[in-house]
């Protein structure tokens, strides 16, 4: 099965995979920042794989799906298990960010079973919002916390994980990204990460 990972696609989304790891260590470790500036990296790596994979020529079927099962689990994890490991964490035992961790790791799972079986629509719209917008989402909450009491940062975060963890299976029509949004995307996870890792590090 090693030999699925020649495939420059599938070594780009095991980078992912390696970014998310290092984000779940960082979560567990009650840093926060450097958690979420370790999944922003999870996330572009999770664009520029399947930029890659259209780009590849004579791509055989089996590592196209070797590929797509890779690509499934790592949304799964840096777009729901990460972004619930850091609010139950942020949450200190409390009981609201359990249940939004749970939340948001229960709808990815139903979210990414879903697209796996029936993918975007013939107009090219995706069924609920993407997992790939947890993440930035919780990189920009991050960046403002500095000027949000605690508390109210704990429970807003909350409330607006809890959101979208149901606008993630809801049957609402998503446009997928064009390329002005993709290039923003990346200009975003790039200086945000940079920003969240220099707080991070500063920290200690």
């Given at each position: 099965?090693?030999?699925?990972?020649?495939?420059?696609?599938?070594?780009?989304?095991?980078?992912?995979?390696?970014?998310?790891?290092?984000?779940?260590?960082?979560?567990?470790?009650?840093?926060?920042?450097?958690?979420?500036?370790?999944?922003?990296?999870?996330?572009?790596?999770?664009?520029?794989?399947?930029?890659?994979?259209?780009?590849?020529?004579?791509?055989?079927?089996?590592?196209?799906?070797?590929?797509?099962?890779?690509?499934?689990f790592a949304d799964l994890l840096y777009g729901a298990v990460i972004p619930?490991?850091?609010?139950?964490?942020?949450?200190?035992?409390?009981?609201?960010?359990?249940?939004?961790?749970?939340?948001?790791?229960?709808?990815?799972?139903?979210?990414?079973?879903?697209?796996?079986?029936?993918?975007?629509?013939?107009?090219?719209?995706?069924?609920?919002?993407?997992?790939?917008?947890?993440?930035?989402?919780?990189?920009?909450?991050?960046?403002?916390?500095?000027?949000?009491?605690?508390?109210?940062?704990?429970?807003?975060?909350?409330?607006?994980?809890?959101?979208?963890?149901?606008?993630?299976?809801?049957?609402?029509?998503?446009?997928?990204?064009?390329?002005?949004?993709?290039?923003?995307?990346?200009?975003?996870?790039?200086?945000?990460?940079?920003?969240?890792?220099?707080?991070?590090?500063?920290?200690?």
């Amino acid at each position: 099965m090693i030999i699925y990972l020649s495939d420059r696609a599938n070594q780009i989304t095991m980078l992912g995979l390696l970014a998310s790891a290092t984000a779940l260590y960082f979560a567990q470790s009650g840093r926060p920042e450097l958690a979420i500036a370790a999944a922003l990296w999870a996330v572009l790596a999770d664009h520029f794989d399947g930029v890659v994979a259209k780009r590849t020529k004579n791509r055989s079927a089996e590592t196209a799906n070797m590929g797509k099962s890779l690509d499934g689990f790592a949304d799964l994890l840096y777009g729901a298990v990460i972004p619930a490991a850091v609010l139950m964490q942020i949450g200190t035992g409390g009981v609201f960010p359990f249940v939004t961790g749970l939340a948001l790791i229960l709808a990815g799972a139903l979210r990414l079973s879903y697209f796996s079986n029936f993918g975007m629509s013939a107009k090219g719209y995706f069924t609920g919002v993407p997992l790939s917008y947890d993440v930035p989402l919780m990189a920009v909450l991050m960046l403002i916390a500095a000027w949000i009491p605690l508390p109210l940062w704990n429970t807003a975060t909350c409330g607006l994980f809890l959101l979208l963890a149901v606008l993630h299976v809801l049957p609402i029509p998503v446009p997928s990204m064009n390329r002005t949004m993709y290039a923003a995307v990346t200009v975003f996870a790039v200086v945000a990460s940079i920003f969240l890792a220099y707080r991070g590090f500063s920290a200690r």
